[in-house]
């Protein structure tokens, strides 16, 4: 997956870490961070090919399917919480990437706001399907705010369809997992932002029906490798010591 404009998004001297990004654990998580983008935006495509013309990134950060946009008529809304949003307009204009037409921002915190309020306000079509990226969010929300979103979307026309990653509980890793788990789980605290939701599979496929999704794929991380890491030159792939596992759900 090319991306034009990453490199000018974080800024040269960040690309040049190239000894951190070359780490065995940065090299796995750069691969999954880039897997998961693929997948869902593999997602999206289908769901364009099918008439859909509405794509929601929940959490946004600094994610740059917008400034790739290969969709002339896909209306994209990025929804992020509002300080982590203005951080990245600020970043956007100081590289002086040009926002795209077909963007609107959506400053919202998931937590206190609702998503469908939050998104019409913005213009967002709640007659129309949509398709909801939601990545590198969901482990760090509480329940009651992953079953809002949820709904929200499962409310929508049939068509609509939401991809996101989740992680499982740590009492269900192995000790190399567990092991993992613990010195990320450590990272993210000491950031401010701890893991605070866990799902095993089944627990997510319940959910999913329960909110009223009528289809539910699960991918993991042999079914990636499979898809996105085969025969590559560089031996490019996901180590087999995963936390988590990518689901698409569709209305």
């Given amino acids: 997956m090319h991306d034009p404009i990453a ?10 870490d190239l000894e951190r990004a070359m780490h065995p654990v940065g090299r796995d998580f750069r691969a999954f961070m880039a897997a ?19 794509y929601v990134i929940l959490g946004a950060g600094l994610d740059t399917f917008a400034y790739r946009n290969p969709f002339p008529n896909l209306q994209v809304f990025e929804v992020d919480f509002p300080a982590t949003q203005a951080w990245k307009r600020d970043i956007l204009s100081e590289a002086r990437i040009e926002i795209p037409k077909n963007l609107t921002f959506v400053p919202l915190d998931f937590e206190h706001e609702s998503l469908a309020s939050g998104l019409a306000e913005a213009g967002f079509d709640s007659e ?31 068509g609509s369809g939401v991809a996101f990653d989740y992680m499982f509980p740590p009492a269900t890793l192995t000790p190399k997992r567990r092991l993992r788990y613990d010195i990320l789980a450590q990272r993210v605290a000491s950031a401010g932002e701890p893991f605070q939701l866990f799902l095993t599979p ?30 590559r030159d560089d031996r490019l792939k996901l180590s087999p010591v995963g936390l988590g596992m990518i689901a698409t759900a569709w209305v």
Avoid at 38 to 47: K, M, T, V
Avoid at 140 to 158: E, Q
Avoid at 205 to 226: K, P, S, W
Wanted: aromatic share 10%.
């Fill in 7 to 16: 490199v000018r998004l974080i800024g040269q001297e960040h690309a040049k």
């Fill in 36 to 54: 998961r983008s693929r997948y869902a935006e593999d997602r999206l495509a289908e769901a364009v090919a099918r008439g859909l013309r509405q």
């Fill in 128 to 158: 129309s399907a949509a398709f909801f990226g939601w990545l590198g969010v969901v482990p760090y929300l509480t329940l009651d705010a992953f079953r809002a979103t949820l709904n929200s979307i499962a409310a929508l026309p049939v």
């Fill in 202 to 231: 089944a627990e997510l496929e319940q959910e999913l029906r329960n909110a009223g999704f009528c289809r539910v794929d699960q991918m993991d991380i042999d079914g990636l490798n499979a898809l996105y890491f085969q025969n």
